[in-house]
């Protein structure tokens, strides 16, 4: 499996059978793979920070990083494709898997906010809902995938809030070749094996304001 390490193993799944049968159609989901403990998101950078961020599980110390700078994560696999092509725009080509703590996560979901800030909370996570998106980049008539921006979040800087990171690019790339010519039907197609995140807290689901299934 591409991803492995440590405790973490990063799966894949047919998109077809997922986009088919296990996905919602349509609403505000957290589509994402995730287990007891961590859940993952996504990130595209340049070869230079992916290989820090890899080989120091934290970004803190990269001086190709920019901290003061907002930073979004997504959760959905293919939104994050859809923004990165693939893995093939610049800067963009090294794909990462990180994942969260859950209960990190969660505490972002509480206090993210369309604009502004919460007083208490270090840092600002901004709540963005989105367009899912199709294989070939065609955004997903029903269905909207959730982004957070972090600016100022220095425990997922240093790394406090994240078990692991692990880079995904060979397999990203690889299925990008698959996606531009297996359409529209994707029969071959694998992506992330996601399902959908519904957080425990209640403070969080009503933030989100998320569709039920």
Sequence with gaps: EYGAIVDK?????????????IWPGRGRHILAQFDDHSIVV?????????QFA?????FLGCRFFGEKRMTWIKPNFMWMMFRSNWGLKKNQQRILAI???RDAFERYLENAREKGSVRGFTGTVRLQFDP?????????????AMQLGLRGVTSFINGDDIDCIQDVSEFVHEQGAIAKRDGPNFHN????RERVFTPVSALARSNLKLSSC
């Design 99 to 101: 994942w969260l703590k």
């Design 54 to 58: 890899v080989q120091h599980q934290r």
């Design 42 to 50: 996504y990130q595209a950078f340049k070869p230079e920070i992916a």
């Design 132 to 144: 899912d998106h199709t294989p070939s980049g065609g955004p997903h008539p029903y269905r909207r």
């Design 9 to 21: 193993l990063w799966q894949h799944e047919s998109y077809r059978l997922q986009s088919r049968t």
């Design 189 to 192: 197609l694998l992506c992330a």
